[in-house]
């Protein structure tokens, strides 16, 4: 039994089915209002389909300009362009800094690790000698002081690979607020994945071929590129389970 039911109001069909809520509607409605926008004022070319849909009411219509819109602002998405106008809505007294949070979060970072970095630096402890011994051979507060200033260097690779990414989020209209829960991850794969580089892939060297620049470079580049690592690992893994794997 169809229980779609339809109302007219000037002269126009309207769908009032019982499983579209008016909610959803009007969040629809505002969608559109904010992609156009969006659009306008980026310049970006906007399908001349919608103008004859624009002024309808009807469930059908809206659906349509909502997905030649999407179209219209990729990358950007609705949700991402919504969050961007809440980021500048005039009502709001607070500066650009203060504003996006992810991004005021990944300065301070940027600059607890940087100064980690200066700080461990200074010490005596971190030498040449020292980093060439590894985890292996040194101890103590020397080995400690050398895997913190590892992992400042891993700390500052991931800080500029997730600013300029979030620099680029911004431009493009692309960022959400659940990229901060990714970032928070990644800042830890990060981490990891510079110790990885620095000290256990570095077990399997020369001695002679390891110095500061060397490990250094190497916890710079697993921190920047930790996502890339984790995936080749993930990869590995995987190569060996179907190695071992027995065919059904």
């Known amino acids: 039994m169809d229980t779609t039911v339809t109302a007219v109001t000037n002269d126009r069909v309207i769908n009032t089915s019982p499983l579209i809520s008016p909610g959803v509607t009007s969040e629809l ?18 399908n001349r389909e919608i103008n004859g849909l624009l002024e309808s009411t009807t469930l059908d219509d809206l659906l349509n ?18 969050y961007l106008n809440i980021i500048n809505k005039d009502g709001i007294q607070e500066t650009s800094y203060n504003k996006i949070p992810l991004v ?9 690790f940087l100064i980690v970095f200066i700080g461990t630096a ?12 590894g985890i292996m051979e040194n101890n103590g507060i020397s080995l400690l002081l050398n895997l913190t200033f ?6 500052l ?7 300029k990414n979030v620099s680029n989020s911004i431009q493009k209209g692309t960022l959400v607020p659940e990229e901060a829960i990714y970032y928070t991850a990644l800042i830890f794969l990060g981490i990891i994945a510079g110790i990885i580089l620095s000290e256990i892939i570095s077990l399997y060297t020369t001695s002679s071929d390891i110095n500061l620049f060397n490990k250094s470079i190497l916890a710079l580049i697993g921190g920047f590129s930790s ?13 060996v389970k179907q190695l071992f794997s027995i065919p059904a």
């Open 104 to 112: 005021r979060n990944l300065i301070l970072l940027a600059l607890f």
């Open 122 to 133: 200074l010490s005596p402890e971190v030498n040449n000698d020292s980093l060439d011994k």
């Open 29 to 46: 409605k505002g969608e559109i209002n904010a992609m156009l926008s969006f659009a306008l004022n980026n310049g970006l070319a906007i």
């Open 227 to 239: 996502d890339a690592i984790f995936s080749v690992l993930q990869s590995l893994v995987t190569k």
């Open 65 to 82: 300009v909502h997905g030649l819109l999407t179209k219209n602002v990729q990358p950007a998405t609705p949700k991402s362009i919504q």
């Open 157 to 163: 690779g991931v800080a500029f690979y997730l600013l």
């Open 150 to 155: 590892l992992c400042s260097i891993s700390g």
